[in-house]
């Protein structure tokens, strides 16, 4: 996403009092995500590649937390 990262992009949207599920999908090993402060440990994270079922249940439990 070009200009700002999907952290970012939470931040803004929370801050104008909007509540949003949010699941972040990146390429990128989570230690290199969670590790370096990119996204606060315990965020909904789903690593590529992955497949459609890991899709579903990604969201199921981001929607469900």
């Given at each position: 996403?070009?200009?700002?990262?999907?952290?970012?992009?939470?931040?803004?949207?929370?801050?104008?009092?909007k509540r949003v599920k949010v699941l972040f999908i990146s390429?990128?090993?989570?230690?290199?995500?969670?590790?370096?402060?990119?996204?606060?440990?315990?965020?909904?994270?789903?690593?590529?590649?992955?497949?459609?079922?890991?899709?579903?249940?990604?969201?199921?439990?981001?929607?469900?937390?």
């Open positions: 996403m070009p200009g700002m990262s999907g952290a970012e992009l939470q931040a803004r949207v929370a801050a104008m009092g390429g990128y090993a989570p230690h290199d995500i969670f590790g370096k402060g990119v996204l606060e440990t315990g965020a909904p994270f789903l690593q590529k590649p992955f497949r459609k079922d890991d899709l579903a249940r990604a969201v199921r439990e981001a929607l469900e937390g």
